[in-house]
């Protein structure tokens, strides 16, 4: 494969009203009809993504970008109904890549700087539906004692916390 000098020059960051239209329309093109069924789905219709931690990878010049690639996070808590605890945290997802660009760290780097964003402003937890060994390499786990509101598999609903002993435990909520 020879090596795309564009795919390698560049930036991210935070999504603009601009991008966000390119954003759907690349998520849409790359997972198809078929996503808008899944239960992640349902926890992000109806909100709005936490705009200070959406993501997205261009290329190009100013007024003139190329968008490679985006990771939106939205709000959600985990409520504990034994303990009457509301957890703010965030959903992530969807990552999406241009297909052409795939395997050149545009994702794995759309999760760093998403992950660390969400730490930075204060929430101790990001919840995802996903590959484990994708995942693992950023520090995800199994979200054990995490109920999500739907049909989903329990082995691909991962949790990444901002501190080890942090154990969450209850139910997904999605916030409108």
């Known amino acids: 494969m020879a090596l795309d000098t564009l795919a390698l020059d560049y930036v991210i960051g935070l999504e603009t009203p601009q991008t966000a239209r390119r954003v759907v ?13 899944k239960t992640a789905e349902r926890l992000r219709e109806g909100s709005e993504p936490v705009h200070d ?25 985990i ?6 605890v509301r957890e703010p945290l965030v959903f992530l997802g969807p990552i999406v890549v241009e297909p052409s660009h795939r395997g050149l760290g545009i994702g794995k780097s759309l999760v760093r700087l998403s992950v660390n964003a969400a730490f930075n402003k204060g929430l101790r937890a990001v919840l995802l539906v996903g590959s484990q060994s994708y995942f693992k390499p950023f ?20 949790i990444r916390y901002r501190d080890d002993h942090l154990k969450l435990m209850g139910r997904v909520v999605k916030v409108v």
């Open 25 to 37: 329309e690349l998520t849409d093109r790359v997972f198809g009809p078929g996503r808008h069924s």
């Open 53 to 77: 931690l959406c993501f997205a990878a261009t290329t190009g010049s100013l007024g003139h970008e190329r968008l490679l690639g985006s990771v939106r996070l939205w709000p959600i808590f």
């Open 79 to 84: 409520y504990n109904e034994e303990t009457n």
């Open 139 to 158: 520090g995800f786990e199994l979200a054990e004692g995490i109920e999500m509101p739907g049909p989903v598999d329990a082995k691909r609903v991962l």
